[in-house]
Protein backbone atom coordinates (compact mmCIF):
# COMPACT_ATOMS: atom_id res chain seq x y z
CA UNK A 1 0.00 0.00 0.00
CA UNK A 2 1.14 3.40 -1.08
CA UNK A 3 2.22 5.52 1.85
CA UNK A 4 0.63 9.27 1.99
CA UNK A 5 4.27 10.85 1.82
CA UNK A 6 4.81 8.57 -1.16
CA UNK A 7 1.55 9.89 -3.17
CA UNK A 8 2.56 13.07 -2.03
CA UNK A 9 6.30 12.69 -3.34
CA UNK A 10 4.75 10.99 -6.85
CA UNK A 11 2.15 13.39 -7.55
CA UNK A 12 5.02 16.36 -7.37
CA UNK A 13 6.60 14.48 -9.90
CA UNK A 14 3.85 13.44 -12.47
CA UNK A 15 3.27 17.46 -12.59
CA UNK A 16 6.85 18.81 -12.52
CA UNK A 17 6.35 20.54 -9.12
CA UNK A 18 9.33 19.16 -8.12
CA UNK A 19 11.99 18.45 -11.05
CA UNK A 20 15.63 16.83 -10.62
CA UNK A 21 18.50 17.61 -12.79
CA UNK A 22 21.39 16.07 -10.86
CA UNK A 23 23.59 16.52 -14.17
CA UNK A 24 21.77 20.15 -15.05
CA UNK A 25 21.40 22.41 -11.84
CA UNK A 26 19.42 25.07 -11.17
CA UNK A 27 20.33 28.30 -9.51
CA UNK A 28 18.56 29.21 -6.66
CA UNK A 29 17.66 32.91 -5.27
CA UNK A 30 19.71 32.52 -3.07
CA UNK A 31 23.10 31.66 -5.49
CA UNK A 32 22.95 28.07 -4.43
CA UNK A 33 23.41 25.51 -6.98
CA UNK A 34 21.04 23.30 -6.47
CA UNK A 35 20.09 19.82 -8.70
CA UNK A 36 16.49 20.14 -7.61
CA UNK A 37 13.81 22.73 -8.17
CA UNK A 38 10.94 22.92 -5.81
CA UNK A 39 7.54 24.73 -7.44
CA UNK A 40 4.30 23.78 -4.93
CA UNK A 41 2.12 26.23 -6.33
CA UNK A 42 1.92 24.01 -9.49
CA UNK A 43 -0.40 21.73 -7.34
CA UNK A 44 -2.95 24.22 -7.28
CA UNK A 45 -3.73 23.53 -11.23
CA UNK A 46 -4.62 19.97 -10.64
CA UNK A 47 -7.96 19.16 -8.91
CA UNK A 48 -6.85 15.54 -8.40
CA UNK A 49 -3.62 16.46 -6.68
CA UNK A 50 -4.78 19.48 -5.34
CA UNK A 51 -7.56 18.05 -3.42
CA UNK A 52 -5.00 15.34 -1.94
CA UNK A 53 -2.75 17.66 -0.68
CA UNK A 54 -5.73 19.25 0.93
CA UNK A 55 -7.49 15.99 2.56
CA UNK A 56 -3.46 15.49 3.95
CA UNK A 57 -3.26 18.90 5.44
CA UNK A 58 -6.38 17.97 6.95
CA UNK A 59 -5.72 14.78 8.21
CA UNK A 60 -2.47 15.51 9.61
CA UNK A 61 -4.04 18.83 11.69
CA UNK A 62 -6.75 16.82 12.95
CA UNK A 63 -3.82 13.83 14.38
CA UNK A 64 -1.56 16.15 15.81
CA UNK A 65 -3.38 19.49 16.66
CA UNK A 66 -7.60 18.78 17.32
CA UNK A 67 -7.53 22.07 19.34
CA UNK A 68 -6.52 24.22 16.74
CA UNK A 69 -8.99 27.65 16.23
CA UNK A 70 -7.51 29.46 13.07
CA UNK A 71 -5.48 28.49 10.31
CA UNK A 72 -2.78 30.71 9.27
CA UNK A 73 -0.67 30.96 5.36
CA UNK A 74 2.38 32.35 5.02
CA UNK A 75 2.54 34.84 1.99
CA UNK A 76 2.39 34.27 -0.70
CA UNK A 77 2.75 30.30 -1.51
CA UNK A 78 0.75 28.84 1.11
CA UNK A 79 -2.27 31.71 0.78
CA UNK A 80 -4.60 29.46 -1.21
CA UNK A 81 -3.56 25.70 0.52
CA UNK A 82 -4.50 27.64 3.80
CA UNK A 83 -7.47 28.58 2.54
CA UNK A 84 -8.85 25.41 0.71
CA UNK A 85 -7.19 23.94 4.58
CA UNK A 86 -9.38 26.16 6.40
CA UNK A 87 -12.59 25.85 4.16
CA UNK A 88 -12.59 22.41 4.33
CA UNK A 89 -12.17 22.67 8.34
CA UNK A 90 -14.53 25.45 8.63
CA UNK A 91 -12.14 27.57 10.61
CA UNK A 92 -11.03 30.94 10.34
CA UNK A 93 -8.30 31.85 7.92
CA UNK A 94 -5.61 34.30 8.13
CA UNK A 95 -2.17 35.14 6.19
CA UNK A 96 1.28 36.48 6.76
CA UNK A 97 3.15 38.34 4.97
CA UNK A 98 6.79 38.49 5.11
CA UNK A 99 6.50 41.70 6.85
CA UNK A 100 4.46 44.88 7.79
CA UNK A 101 3.05 46.73 4.50
CA UNK A 102 4.10 49.90 3.42
CA UNK A 103 1.01 51.57 3.52
CA UNK A 104 -2.55 51.75 4.57
CA UNK A 105 -3.20 49.22 7.95
CA UNK A 106 0.45 48.47 7.81
CA UNK A 107 -0.34 45.17 8.52
CA UNK A 108 1.58 42.05 8.61
CA UNK A 109 -1.08 39.81 9.69
CA UNK A 110 -4.13 39.84 6.83
CA UNK A 111 -7.46 38.93 8.43
CA UNK A 112 -9.61 38.30 11.79
CA UNK A 113 -7.59 37.07 14.54
CA UNK A 114 -8.06 37.22 18.46
CA UNK A 115 -5.06 37.38 20.99
CA UNK A 116 -4.73 33.89 22.32
CA UNK A 117 -6.77 31.99 19.66
CA UNK A 118 -4.87 28.30 18.58
CA UNK A 119 -2.93 28.52 15.43
CA UNK A 120 -1.85 26.02 12.94
CA UNK A 121 0.59 27.31 10.47
CA UNK A 122 0.02 26.39 6.85
CA UNK A 123 3.17 26.56 4.04
CA UNK A 124 4.35 25.20 0.87
CA UNK A 125 7.58 24.24 1.04
CA UNK A 126 10.77 24.22 4.02
CA UNK A 127 13.86 25.00 3.20
CA UNK A 128 16.21 26.73 5.94
CA UNK A 129 12.31 27.30 7.77
CA UNK A 130 13.92 30.97 7.80
CA UNK A 131 11.28 33.19 6.21
CA UNK A 132 8.30 30.22 7.51
CA UNK A 133 9.36 31.10 10.78
CA UNK A 134 9.14 35.03 10.83
CA UNK A 135 5.54 33.97 10.01
CA UNK A 136 5.71 31.94 13.31
CA UNK A 137 7.62 35.00 15.06
CA UNK A 138 4.90 37.30 13.86
CA UNK A 139 1.81 35.23 14.83
CA UNK A 140 3.69 34.51 18.17
CA UNK A 141 4.08 38.74 18.88
CA UNK A 142 0.56 39.79 17.63
CA UNK A 143 -0.61 36.95 20.91
CA UNK A 144 -1.30 34.11 18.66
CA UNK A 145 -0.74 30.54 20.00
CA UNK A 146 0.94 28.59 17.46
CA UNK A 147 0.47 24.85 17.73
CA UNK A 148 2.54 24.18 14.90
CA UNK A 149 3.71 24.37 11.33
CA UNK A 150 2.74 21.45 8.65
CA UNK A 151 4.11 21.93 5.10
CA UNK A 152 4.13 20.39 1.76
CA UNK A 153 7.97 19.59 1.45
CA UNK A 154 10.90 20.00 3.07
CA UNK A 155 14.77 19.20 2.32
CA UNK A 156 15.36 18.04 5.49
CA UNK A 157 18.07 20.36 5.66
CA UNK A 158 20.06 20.40 9.56
CA UNK A 159 20.09 24.17 9.77
CA UNK A 160 16.07 23.94 9.71
CA UNK A 161 15.51 20.88 12.35
CA UNK A 162 17.78 23.63 14.51
CA UNK A 163 15.87 26.42 13.49
CA UNK A 164 12.48 24.87 14.34
CA UNK A 165 14.07 23.86 17.23
CA UNK A 166 15.44 27.20 18.39
CA UNK A 167 11.79 28.78 18.05
CA UNK A 168 9.93 25.82 19.99
CA UNK A 169 7.97 25.19 16.90
CA UNK A 170 6.53 21.87 15.86
CA UNK A 171 7.11 21.09 12.06
CA UNK A 172 5.12 18.62 10.56
CA UNK A 173 5.40 17.88 6.41
CA UNK A 174 3.14 15.73 4.02
CA UNK A 175 6.42 14.51 2.50
CA UNK A 176 10.54 14.70 2.58
CA UNK A 177 13.66 14.97 0.19
CA UNK A 178 14.37 11.03 1.17
CA UNK A 179 10.86 9.86 0.26
CA UNK A 180 11.29 11.79 -3.09
CA UNK A 181 14.41 10.40 -3.82
CA UNK A 182 13.35 6.99 -2.90
CA UNK A 183 10.04 7.39 -5.05
CA UNK A 184 11.94 9.08 -8.27
CA UNK A 185 14.65 6.17 -8.08
CA UNK A 186 11.23 3.72 -7.95
CA UNK A 187 9.74 4.89 -11.00
CA UNK A 188 13.12 5.30 -12.80
CA UNK A 189 12.97 9.38 -12.71
CA UNK A 190 16.41 9.11 -11.77
CA UNK A 191 19.30 6.73 -11.85
CA UNK A 192 21.15 4.87 -8.64
CA UNK A 193 24.29 7.17 -9.84
CA UNK A 194 21.82 10.45 -9.52
CA UNK A 195 21.24 9.21 -5.72
CA UNK A 196 24.62 9.70 -4.69
CA UNK A 197 25.06 13.04 -6.29
CA UNK A 198 21.32 14.21 -4.62
CA UNK A 199 22.60 13.06 -1.29
CA UNK A 200 26.13 14.64 -1.48
CA UNK A 201 24.16 17.95 -2.23
CA UNK A 202 21.82 18.19 1.26
CA UNK A 203 24.43 17.53 3.50
CA UNK A 204 25.97 21.33 2.22
CA UNK A 205 24.10 22.62 -0.05
CA UNK A 206 25.89 26.38 0.63
CA UNK A 207 29.13 24.87 -1.29
CA UNK A 208 27.62 21.90 -3.78
CA UNK A 209 28.65 22.17 -7.18
CA UNK A 210 30.66 25.87 -6.20
CA UNK A 211 34.44 25.52 -8.41
Keep these: MMTSEKKIAEYLLQINAIKLQPSNPFTWASGWKSPIYCDNRKTLSFPEVRSYVCDSFVSHINALYPFAEVIAGVATGAIAHGALVADRMDLPFIYVRSGAKGHGLGNQI????????????????????????????????????????????TYEFKKAS?????????????????????????????SEADVETLKAWRKDPSVWGVD
Design 110 to 153: EGYFEAGQKVVVIEDLISTGGSSLSAVKALKEAGCEVLGMTAIF
Design 162 to 190: GNFAAENCNLNTLSNYSVLIETALQTGYI
